[in-house]
């Protein structure tokens, strides 16, 4: 599985953009996806995750600002960021796990997820 994220880039605090990320393969209706992100001299944390029933997860930083969605017939995950703040700026990756089954619980953690697109820098400014 190969992952290509696309959509970063400079924008002013209380701006928008919009994330995309395609994955080849056949089985992308039976994973489950999540955007990471990570800001320089820190770890991975997770953004938003998305089950392939399509129930969601957001960190708490992201409530109400950021939306993930999935659309399987053309293989895309995205994420929609609005009211971008300064402690957005990061590095925004994509993951997916492995085909799993309808009642494996969403995963939460980056060990968790098996495939990784190569990320693309989100910034804003103040």
């Known amino acids: 599985v190969q992952l290509q994220a696309s959509g970063g880039g400079l924008v002013q605090a209380g701006g928008s953009l919009r994330l995309s990320c395609a994955a080849s393969?056949?089985?992308?209706?039976?994973?489950?996806m999540a955007w990471f992100r990570q800001a320089p001299g820190k770890e991975y944390d997770l953004v938003a995750a998305?089950?392939?029933?399509?129930?969601?997860f957001y960190t708490d930083a992201v409530k109400g600002r950021f939306t993930i969605s999935r659309d399987n017939a053309k293989n895309v995950v995205y994420l929609e960021m609005n009211s971008l703040k300064p402690e957005d700026t990061a590095v925004y990756y994509c993951?997916?796990?492995?085909?799993?089954?309808?009642?494996?619980?969403?995963?939460?953690?980056?060990?968790?997820?098996?495939?990784w697109g190569q990320g693309t820098q989100v910034t804003v400014s103040s």
């Open positions: 393969g056949r089985t992308f209706s039976r994973r489950n």
């Open positions: 993951a997916a796990t492995k085909d799993v089954i309808l009642s494996v619980p969403l995963q939460l953690t980056s060990v968790e997820y098996d495939y």
């Open positions: 998305i089950k392939r029933s399509g129930s969601t």
